[in-house]
């Protein structure tokens, strides 16, 4: 079957840096998407990976290892406006989206 | 230009009432994904669309739900019959085309609430 593994809430501080791991088993795979979900709004795109290695955008970096069926989204300099759920989703072989349950991040002050 | 938009924004309804969803996709857009999220979950996939056929209706739960896009642009989803474990988020998505790795955009949703 198909499974996306992450987890479930992660509390950091303001100015701190905070991994979130997303691991998957799919059918295929054409690429990794991050997605940030604010509470209460649509899912907006972070980054998207396809190739193993380090992406890297401004605060924002995601890592793909796809030997390993692993993805981390790094967030640094972490701002109280960061506090939101992210998405990891896998695009199969037919190109559709396979989501994860999302991670839960609370920033404290 | 105008993002992917969808109403209404709240939906009540009873158990065994019949509903229509709107979405508007990103002019251009030739692939639209209906997709429903629950509490704490991620978003599931229902159907999507290419043009104006349906390419994959695979996560449809069941005979109740049909989705359609007449001209290949708006879409509607509909519930007939509604219950309330249909309770839920309903986002539609838009991106430029499918067969790719293409970015969806997701418009704001429809909040379901079946009584």
């Known amino acids: 079957g198909q499974n996306i593994d992450q987890p479930t809430e992660m509390t950091a501080t303001e100015g701190a840096i905070v991994q979130i791991n997303c691991t998957y088993q799919?059918?295929?795979?054409?690429?990794l998407f991050w997605y940030q979900q604010h509470a209460g709004e649509a899912p907006t795109f972070l980054s998207y990976?396809?190739l193993d290695g380090l992406e890297e955008k401004g605060r924002f970096s995601s890592f793909l290892s796809r030997s390993k069926g692993y993805s981390y989204l790094l967030l640094k300099e972490l701002q109280m406006k960061d506090s939101a759920s992210y998405l990891c989703?896998?695009?199969?072989?037919?190109?559709?989206?396979?989501w994860g349950a999302g991670t839960k991040l609370i920033i404290k002050p | 230009g105008a993002g992917v938009s969808q109403t209404p924004s709240n939906k009540v309804t009873e158990k065994g009432k019949y509903v229509e969803l709107r979405c508007d996709p990103i002019s251009g857009h030739t692939a639209l994904y209906w997709y429903r999220q629950s509490l704490g979950q991620g978003p599931e996939f229902l159907i999507y669309f290419q043009g104006t056929g349906a390419a994959d209706d695979s996560g449809l739960p069941n005979d109740r739900f049909f989705a359609v896009r007449p001209e290949g642009s708006v879409s509607t989803l509909k519930i007939q019959r509604t219950e309330r474990g249909d309770s839920a988020v309903y986002l539609c998505a838009s991106s430029f085309s499918t067969g790719g790795p293409y970015e969806q955009y997701f418009g704001p949703g429809t909040r379901l609430t079946v009584t």
């Open positions: 799919t059918s295929g795979f054409n690429g």
């Open positions: 990976n396809v």
């Open positions: 989703a896998v695009m199969d072989s037919n190109y559709q989206l396979i």
